[in-house]
Antibody, heavy 118, light 109 residues
């Protein structure tokens, strides 16, 4: 079965760091661009970052540039998001996603909740 | 990287049609034929409904259709059913990023 499963969410203090992981299975992970998308409580979806098939090209939304780092390990079929200098406004459910054809997210994980609070 | 503009809510009776607009700029919606739409039920992950403006993924009902004119894309749901009640988000490619819409709640009366 084709799937993405996120992990690593939890409660973290403002200014702290957290690493999210996304395990891919059932498809050739290394063939796809992948992404992180988040959704704050009661709010809409926000695209955060993309990474290409071999990890050499990365794009970020301005609000997380310099604080978040997207990376991947194709040998482990795994995607990561390292989040530093966390703020209250980073509280959200974080989803990983696979770009089908590079133009749409055709596969989504179930999401992992990150809460930034003291 | 401003969010695309969608109406906050639309509603219709079972069997009717509703259309959701998604307005951007010439740098995103107007510049690419890469608009996708996602349905999200409460507490669930988004589900793709339309990609590349007007293509339907396998398994999505043909009651869902997409179109684009200039800087505005649209999603039409025909023959509205109770299970269509959900939040809907558009998404467009931009030069080095992607941007989602503000989201629209569809209510089936």
């Amino acid at each position: 079965e084709v799937s993405l499963v996120e992990s690593g969410g939890g409660l973290v203090q403002p200014g702290g760091s957290l690493r999210l992981s996304c395990a891919a299975s059932g498809f050739f992970f290394s063939n796809y661009w992948v992404a992180w998308v988040r959704q704050a409580p009661g709010e809409g979806l926000e695209w955060l970052a993309n990474i290409n098939q071999d990890g050499t090209t990365k794009y970020y939304v301005d609000s997380v540039k310099g604080r978040f780092t997207i990376s991947r390990d194709n040998a482990k079929n795994s995607l990561s998001l390292l989040m530093d200098s966390l703020r209250g406004e980073d509280t959200a459910v974080y989803y990983c996603g696979r770009w089908g054809g590079g133009t749409w997210i055709d596969l989504w994980g179930q999401g992992t909740l990150v809460t930034v609070s003291s | 990287q401003s969010a695309l503009t969608q109406p906050r809510s639309v509603s219709g009776s079972p069997g009717q049609s509703v259309t959701i607009s998604c307005t951007g700029t010439s740098s995103d919606v107007g510049g690419y034929n890469y608009v996708s739409w996602y349905q999200q039920h409460p507490g669930k992950a988004p589900k793709p409904m339309i990609y590349d403006v007007n293509k339907r993924p396998s398994g999505v009902s043909d009651r869902f259709s997409g179109s684009k004119s200039g800087n505005t894309a649209s999603l039409t749901i025909s023959g509205l059913q109770t299970e269509d009640e959900a939040d809907y988000y558009c998404c467009s490619r931009a030069p080095t990023s992607y941007v989602f819409g503000t989201g629209t709640k569809v209510t089936v009366l």
